[in-house]
């Protein structure tokens, strides 16, 4: 027999109910569907658009990784630029901490893949299976023709829409007609194939299955955002005072319709409708508190907001609000707090890499040159008792045109150059070369010596000379 009082079993993972949002309009949720405008319009349009080029494809951003180079319009990034994505990932994350500590999770809310994706499949369900009340209907339905046409043609769809969206996200690689063309006939490399079908599994499974899950369960950010918050930061929140009264939230039932009814009695103005529980993506109860679970997409304040229009009563319920604020005896409008230790350091620490980031790219020359000495030997003493050091120059083309350069050195005296019969190199558009060259100084001016420099000139009168300095070693 079972023992009494023994604890029950329980699981890791628990059944979840299925998360069914309905829709709602308001000023949050318009913006929400101009970032997905605008953000699939650049994502799905931007491999198509044209760009002229002398050394590669007319594409506008393409990511070459056969040249091993990336187009950005007219900016073309090399392996040696490296430096560019440390800092592109610095201030990312510093763009994300500044935000997070001003307005909360408004990267989530509004900008992240899996909430775009997501909401994206949820209006694809919406547009074939109906609103709310009818996809409720439609779960509990014996399985039948319509609820096969239905389910199965919205989520056919979703598969599709995943399936454009890996084969965009592999355009962006190769240039996009001639790689479309080449996938569906059957002509592609095995990697894209490798590549479209991982994707499209990966981006309907996370958008159109899990969904929330991936919020709460894989995002890591939504664990460790409460110890970016602050009492001042603003995030979606209810107004418990205003919303529960003192006797706590209720029906609109006659004698407790008009706000002065219920307040007299002691009433809050949430009228315990649940709106807001159904707009949630992530399925949660704003009044509950501040939840790792909230995403801040701001949906649950239209849907209140709606609701206190219908029955007369102020705006605001649920709004955007910082903990100091709601917690005051008499809440002010809300207001972003900027004027903070935490908040100034992220925006500092931005606008510094932002700056070093765009002065970099801004000064960049159009030929990368780098000088490696030969170590073994470190040098050679010669029959005349002068002294030889040997040295690798490595030149790189960052242009999109071939281009002819001619080395020398500045500090020693031009004779000591030695490159053989070779008077200038060539360097095709995008490429590298190395060369071998062997600096002789006599004896006096080998002991007298220990730096020079290396100047590479190109044949384009545009691209500026490169200085490198070099060491010279000799028996001292």
């Known amino acids: 027999m079972p023992q009494t009082g023994a604890a029950k079993p329980s699981s ?14 308001g000023k949050f949720r318009n913006f ?53 994505l440390a800092m592109l990932l610095f201030i990312a994350a510093a763009l994300l901490f500044f935000t997070t500590g001003l ?17 994206l499949f949820i209006f694809i369900e ?12 439609l779960m ?63 981006t309907y499974f996370a958008a159109g299955v899990i969904r929330e ?19 001042d930061t603003l995030a979606v929140s209810y107004d418990s005072k205003r919303g529960e009264g003192l006797k706590g939230r209720t029906l609109p039932i006659i004698g407790l319709k008009t706000r002065d009814e219920r307040q007299e009695k002691g009433h809050g103005d949430c009228i315990d ?13 704003i009044r509950d508190g501040l939840q790792y679970q909230c995403i801040s997409c701001g949906l649950c304040i239209d849907a209140c907001n709606n609701i206190m229009d219908s029955v007369g009563y102020p705006r605001g319920l649920i709004r955007y609000d910082s903990e100091k604020n709601l ?30 980031l765009l002065y970099n790219i801004g000064t960049r020359n159009d030929t990368d040159v780098s000088v490696q000495q030969v170590r073994q030997p470190l040098f050679i003493m010669l029959s005349d008792g002068s002294y030889r050091n040997r040295y690798q120059v490595h030149i790189v083309n960052k242009t999109e045109l071939d281009a002819r350069y001619q080395l020398s050195v500045r500090g020693i005296p031009a004779s000591s150059l030695d490159l053989g019969s070779l008077k200038e190199v060539r360097v095709r558009a995008g490429k590298s070369l190395i060369m071998n060259a062997k600096v002789d100084l006599e004896r006096t001016i080998a002991q007298q010596t220990e730096k020079f420099e290396f100047v590479v000139t190109s044949s384009n009168p545009d691209t500026a000379p490169v200085v490198v300095p070099a060491n010279f070693n000799s028996q001292r």
């Open 140 to 202: 509990k339905q014996p399985l039948g023709a319509e609820k096969i046409l239905k389910i199965g043609g919205s989520h056919a769809l979703m598969i599709l829409v995943s399936l454009w969206t890996a084969v965009t996200f592999a355009a962006y690689f190769s240039y996009a007609p001639d790689f479309v063309i080449a996938l569906f006939t059957g002509h592609a490399v095995e990697a894209a194939y490798i590549t479209v079908g991982v994707l499209t599994l990966t």
């Open 213 to 231: 899950h991936v919020c709460t369960l894989a995002c890591p950010y939504a664990r460790f955002q409460g110890v970016m918050y602050e009492a």
């Open 32 to 84: 929400k569907t101009a970032v997905m405008v605008v953000a699939y319009s650049i994502y799905f349009l931007l491999p198509w658009m044209p760009w002229q080029r002398n050394s590669a494809a007319d594409q506008a951003v393409m990511f070459d990784l056969e040249s091993r180079r990336f187009f950005i319009f007219d900016l073309i990034v090399y392996p040696q630029d490296i430096f560019w």
């Open 103 to 119: 307005i909360g999770r408004a990267w989530c809310g509004y900008f992240c893949f899996q909430t775009l994706w997501s909401d």
């Open 327 to 356: 917690s005051s005896d008499q809440p002010k409008p809300a207001r972003l707090e900027w004027k903070r230790v935490k908040v100034i350091g992220y925006a500092t620490a931005l606008l510094i890499a932002a700056g070093i």
């Open 273 to 285: 409708c649940g709106f807001c529980v159904q707009v949630c993506p992530t399925g949660i109860d």
């Open 126 to 137: 919406r547009m074939i299976q109906g609103e709310r009340p009818a996809r409720l209907r």
């Open 12 to 25: 890791l993972l628990h059944k979840q109910i299925p998360i069914v949002t309905r829709s709602v309009k």
